[in-house]
């Protein structure tokens, strides 16, 4: 933490700091248990059964709780792509219920040969949205954007910056 450095300031240092220590401990963890895959392995070898339920529950949970997010993001990049799909209007549950059903005929697979379609289709979507990304970010121009920096995104405006820094503490409006 910097002297004099602004509350917004002295987050990002604790986040970045929470972020670095974190990947260094799982580094480490690594290089200790090279044969532990998920969490319940590493439990396993720490602390035992009980503590392969543990790491179990953490992994799942996490998932559980992952989940959802990602179905309606991509139901929302989905919505967004040209003018959306005929008869959906702008209900996003009916984008998310596809997404959905993508993802449950993905886990249908059961042998590698019958994979190679999905590894294809989903490179060729990787490269599109590279290219699509690329596209766009040298053709439109945003009057309104705000220069990157290293760490964080500040705001020019301090009613806005203000409301980051409530909303990071917990603030809600």
Known sequence: MTVGATREEEWRDALTGASITGAKMLLHLKLLFPQCQT???LGLQVLGKGGQIWGNIIQLGNFCLFMPCALRFCGLALKGVGNGIPGFDECVDYYVFVVAFVCLIMT???DFKHAQIFTVLSFCCVIG????????????DNEKKIPASWFGNPEPEVGLRLIRVLAADGFEF
Do not use: C, P
């Open 108 to 110: 249908q697979v059961r």
């Open 129 to 140: 949205m590279i290219v699509s990304m690329l596209y766009a970010a040298f053709k439109y």
């Open 39 to 41: 969490l319940g392995d």
